[in-house]
C-alpha cells in the first residue's frame, strides 16, 4: 500500500511539474508573439537605417560620417530613456580613398575600354600619373609562387578566383577566396609586382567592384605596392582579353592614403537587469560601414535591429532580470578596434558577460541563429527552437558568432550570431549598391523580432539556459 501510495506520489508530482513547465513554455511564446507584433507594426528600425543611410551614408572609421553616425544613434537611445546611454572611447584607423579611381584595359596600343574599380581599403596610392603595364592572372598565392619574380617583376598581378557558386553556404563561398583580397598585394610584393587588381568578392557578374579591408603584413612602406578590387564583369573580360592577347596592358589610378588614428566611440545603452544586474547580455551591430554605398545591409541593419530589441522590451514594459546592453561597434570593417576596446574594458571591471548576440549578415529574411560555444551547450540551445519555428527562424547552426564580440570568448560567454537567409547579401556586401532602396522593411523586422525572442529567452534562463528542458 505504501508503495502505490508513493507511486502516486510521483505520478501526481510529474504530471504538476509538467504542467507548471507547459504554463512557462505557453506564457514565454505569448510573450515571444508580442514581440514579433510589435516589430511588425511599431518599431523603428526602419526610420533609424533610412536616416543613417539617406541622411548620414557611408560610414568609415575616422570619417566625419562615422562621427554623425555616433551622435545619431546616441540621440535616438537617449530619447528612449535607457538606465544608462554613453559613449566608450576608441582610437581608429583613417584611410581616405581621395579622388576616384580609374582604370582601363589596353588590348593594342590605343585601344582600350574603361572598367570599374574601387581602391581596397589600407591600400596606398598609385604614383600621380597612375601604372600601366602588362598584366598576370593567377587563382592561388601556390601558382603566384610557381611563376615566381622571373616572371612577375614589373607587372600587375591579377587574382581571378571567384567566389565557389556550388557552396549554399554563401559565407564559405567567400572564405574559399577572401585571401586573394587580404594578403594578395603583400604576396605579390615579394615578386617584385607594381600593383595588385582583385576580381570582387561577388557570386553574380554586374559592373560593381567590392571593397574591403587588406593587409601589407611586414613589409616596410618602400615595399608596398597599390592594391584594387574590379567588378566580377572587367574580371570576365579582363581575362578574356588575356587569353586573346598575353601582352595586354592594364591602366589604374587611386589617390587613397592613410593618415594618423583618431579618436571615435562605441556606442552603448543599457536596462539595468531586476534581479541579476552583474550578470550583463550583449546585442549589437557595427555602426562603420565603407564608404561607398550607404552601409545599409553591412551593417547598418544590424546596428537599427540591436537598438530596436531594447526599443521593443521598453514598449512592452518588459524590465529583464539581467542587464542588457546594446552595443554599437566602432571599426569592425578596418581594424576591429572597437570591439576589442569594449572586451577589453569588460575584463578590466570584472564585468560577467553571459551572452552576446550580433547581427551582421544583411538585413535579409531571418532563418536562425549560429552560436560559438561546447557542444553540450549548444544542444540546450537547440531546445529553443520550437519556440522559432511559428517564425520560420529556427535553424540553429553550431558554429560562428560575429566579428565584434568574438573578443569577449571566454568559458563562460555564449556567443551567437543572427543567420539570415545569404543568397543575395554578397550582390551588396563593400559594394555602390548596398544602399537603403536594397532593404526590404518587412524583413528587417522580421530580423529585429527574431534577436529580441533569443535575448528575452536568455535573460529569462540564463546564458546556461538552467531550467530548459
Not at 148 to 172: E, H, Q
Not at 175 to 204: D, F, H, P, T, W
Not at 331 to 340: D, H, K
Not at 409 to 423: A, F, H, N, W, Y
Request: glycine share 8%.
Amino acid at each position: 500500500m505504501k508503495k502505490l501510495m508513493l507511486f502516486f506520489t510521483l505520478l501526481i508530482g510529474c504530471f504538476l511539474l509538467n504542467a507548471q513547465d507547459e504554463a512557462v513554455r505557453k506564457s514565454d511564446s505569448v510573450m515571444i508573439k508580442k514581440l514579433f507584433d510589435h516589430h511588425l507594426t511599431a518599431s523603428s528600425s526602419y526610420d533609424w537605417l533610412r536616416y543613417l543611410s539617406n541622411e548620414i551614408g557611408g560610414r568609415l572609421s575616422g570619417s566625419v560620417e562615422a562621427e554623425q553616425a555616433v551622435a545619431y544613434t546616441e540621440r535616438e537611445l537617449k530619447k528612449l530613456k535607457f538606465d544608462r546611454v554613453w559613449l566608450q572611447k576608441v582610437m581608429v584607423p583613417k584611410w581616405v580613398r581621395g579622388t576616384p579611381e580609374f582604370a582601363f584595359i589596353e588590348s593594342s596600343p590605343g585601344v582600350t575600354t574603361d572598367i570599374p574599380i574601387a581602391a581596397l581599403g589600407g591600400s596606398i596610392a598609385t604614383p600621380a600619373l597612375g601604372i600601366k603595364a602588362e598584366v598576370v592572372e593567377v587563382k592561388s598565392f601556390e601558382e603566384l609562387a610557381a611563376l615566381g619574380k622571373r616572371k612577375i617583376s614589373g607587372k600587375i598581378v591579377f587574382y581571378n578566383r571567384p567566389m565557389d557558386p556550388t557552396l549554399i553556404n554563401t559565407f564559405a563561398s567567400y572564405g574559399g577566396c577572401v585571401n586573394q583580397r587580404y594578403s594578395g598585394a603583400e604576396q605579390a610584393a615579394k615578386y617584385g609586382a607594381l600593383g595588385v587588381i582583385v576580381r570582387s568578392m561577388n557570386l553574380r557578374l554586374d559592373d560593381f567592384p567590392h571593397t574591403g579591408s587588406m593587409s601589407y603584413g611586414e613589409l616596410t612602406e618602400q615595399e608596398r605596392i597599390p592594391a584594387a578590387a574590379i567588378s566580377t564583369n572587367a574580371a570576365e573580360l579582363l581575362s578574356a582579353t588575356l587569353a586573346l592577347n598575353p601582352k595586354t596592358k592594364l591602366y589604374f589610378k587611386q589617390s587613397c592614403k592613410q593618415l594618423p588614428d583618431v579618436e571615435s566611440f562605441n556606442v552603448i545603452a543599457e536596462i539595468k537587469g531586476s534581479t541579476y544586474p552583474d550578470e550583463f547580455i550583449v546585442v549589437g551591430g557595427h555602426l562603420d560601414s565603407w564608404d561607398i554605398g550607404d552601409g545599409s545591409h553591412d551593417d547598418g541593419a544590424g546596428v537599427v535591429q540591436s537598438m530596436a530589441v531594447l526599443e521593443s522590451f521598453k514598449a512592452l514594459n518588459y524590465k529583464p532580470k539581467r542587464s542588457i546592453r546594446v552595443v554599437l561597434f566602432m571599426n569592425e570593417e578596418n581594424g576591429m578596434r572597437g570591439g576589442n576596446e569594449y572586451a577589453n574594458q569588460a575584463k578590466r571591471k570584472g564585468e560577467q558577460h553571459i551572452f552576446a548576440l550580433e547581427s551582421d549578415s544583411g538585413a535579409f529574411t531571418p532563418r536562425g541563429f549560429s552560436f560559438d560555444t561546447s557542444v553540450e551547450m549548444f544542444q540546450k540551445y537547440q531546445k529553443l527552437e520550437p519556440y522559432f519555428e511559428p517564425y520560420l527562424v529556427d535553424h540553429f547552426t553550431f558554429g560562428g558568432s560575429g566579428a565584434d564580440i568574438g573578443p569577449l570568448k571566454s568559458e563562460s560567454i555564449v556567443l551567437s550570431g543572427l543567420r539570415p537567409d545569404t543568397q543575395r547579401y554578397f550582390d551588396h556586401h563593400h559594394s555602390e549598391n548596398d544602399t537603403f532602396s536594397e532593404i526590404n522593411k518587412r524583413e528587417l523586422e522580421l530580423g529585429a523580432a527574431a534577436m529580441s525572442a533569443l535575448i528575452y529567452l536568455v535573460d529569462q534562463y540564463g546564458g546556461q539556459l538552467s531550467g530548459v528542458n
